[in-house]
Structures are given as structure tokens and as C-alpha cells.
């Protein structure tokens, strides 16, 4: 059974960095993680940035690009998210994804669906103004 770790929240002020931090244990040759969602008190869950199998292609959504950076290790087991310049909006549980190998699913198509085959249980980002 896959499990899903994510490490890293916590309080900073705006302006401030974080660096999360998720780990797969369990995993087969064929699973990797996809990428980092998170959700806001009162908001639906999204996708904000994800990265391909071999991590050479990443994707952000818009309210995150240029201040926050995706990566992952080489055995595909640990995803990372640098975040900078963190904005009092950006506090939100932050979730991190992972999925069986798919060759038609690219990061965007990762991120804009929550259609994911294991999730960690979150951790909390606040970011004070």
C-alpha cells in the first residue's frame, strides 16, 4: 500500500520561504508523484504545480509562477516545493499527489484534475501579513 508524507509547513510571514517536502513509501516501478494541490478554508482544492516522470518538465498555475519551485529526486520517491515570496493568500493546506505511470498525462493535465490515485494527509501553510 502506498503511504504519503508531506514535511514543511508552518507560519511565515509574507514575504518569507518554505520549502515542503513529500515522501512515497510502498511504491511500485510504475508510481510516481505527480505534483502539489492545495486548499484554502472555503475553496475547492487545486492543482498549483506538477512535474513530469523524469522531472524535465514542470507546470504552475498562474497565481504561483516565478515564486515557487518544483523538483524531485532521482528515485522518484521525494517531490519538493520551494516556495518564495509567500503571499498571505498562498495559506492553505498543501497536498501532495501521486499516480500509477500514465504516457497521455502530462503536468498540466496532473494539475487540473483531482483524479488521483494516492494523497497525503496535508500540511498546514500560513502565511501572515
Known amino acids: 500500500q502506498v503511504q504519503v508524507v508531506e514535511f514543511g509547513g508552518g507560519l511565515v510571514q509574507a514575504g518569507g520561504s518554505l520549502n515542503l517536502s513529500c515522501t512515497a513509501s510502498?511504491?511500485?516501478?510504475?508510481?510516481?508523484?505527480v505534483g502539489w494541490f492545495r486548499q484554502a478554508p472555503g475553496k475547492e482544492r487545486e492543482g498549483i504545480s506538477c512535474?513530469?516522470?523524469?522531472?524535465?518538465?514542470?507546470h504552475y498555475t498562474d497565481s504561483v509562477k516565478g515564486r515557487f519551485t518544483i523538483s524531485r529526486s532521482d528515485d522518484k520517491n521525494t517531490l519538493y516545493l520551494q516556495m518564495d515570496s509567500l503571499k498571505p493568500e498562498d495559506t492553505a493546506m498543501y497536498y501532495c499527489?501521486?499516480?500509477?505511470?500514465?504516457?497521455?498525462?502530462?503536468?498540466?493535465?496532473?494539475?487540473?484534475?483531482?483524479?488521483?490515485?494516492?494523497w497525503g494527509q496535508g500540511t498546514q501553510v500560513t502565511v501572515s501579513s
Open positions: 510502498g511504491t511500485t516501478v510504475d508510481d510516481y508523484l
Open positions: 512535474i513530469t516522470w523524469n522531472g524535465g518538465r514542470a
Open positions: 499527489a501521486g499516480d500509477r505511470f500514465d504516457p497521455l498525462r502530462g503536468p498540466s493535465q496532473h494539475c487540473s484534475s483531482l483524479n488521483h490515485n494516492y
